[in-house]
């Protein structure tokens, strides 16, 4: 027959895994607008790039319904809203590079919700005074890591 296993962790490792992760959700938001400034300068020349490729293999455009993704060359579309999308096949679009990505938002009602919790468990745990905590509560904070 088994037995049952009783696990406890020290209130101060999970104290720290606490205060680690708030620091991270800090440096995020404030590395944040910075990161979204880059973005956006990368955004416009990448797009720049894209303009000027498609400029300079002007003679590479074909239809729509003869264009291969796997070609160097390009073609339009448009749809019933009325707007215009430049497709450039796989060979054309190497010569660009990759498009830069947007950083992850950190703000939201859901991001301070989360950072709420944090904070609510990290003043919860500095209260008490045991050493330990069991498995259940180190996986619940666990949860919100």
Do not use: C
């Not at 101060?12 to 590395?31: G, P, Y």
């Amino acid at each position: 027959m088994a037995r049952a296993v009783s696990v406890k962790i020290p209130t101060s490792t999970v104290i720290e895994m606490i205060e680690a992760k708030l620091a991270e959700i800090a440096k995020a938001e404030k590395d944040y607008p910075s990161l979204l400034a880059t973005f956006n300068k990368d955004i416009k020349a990448y797009g720049k790039a894209v303009a000027e490729l498609v400029g300079k293999n002007a003679n590479k455009f074909v239809a729509y319904d003869e264009f291969k993704f796997e070609s160097d060359n390009f073609s339009v579309t448009s749809d019933y809203r009325n707007t215009v999308q430049v497709v450039l096949g796989r060979g054309l679009l190497a010569k660009v590079g990759d498009k830069p990505e947007r950083p992850q938002e950190v703000g939201g009602w859901q991001a301070k919700q989360h950072k709420e919790q944090l904070e609510k468990t990290l003043k919860l745990l500095k209260l008490t005074d045991q050493e330990s905590v069991n498995a259940s509560t180190y996986n619940s904070v666990l949860d919100l890591i």
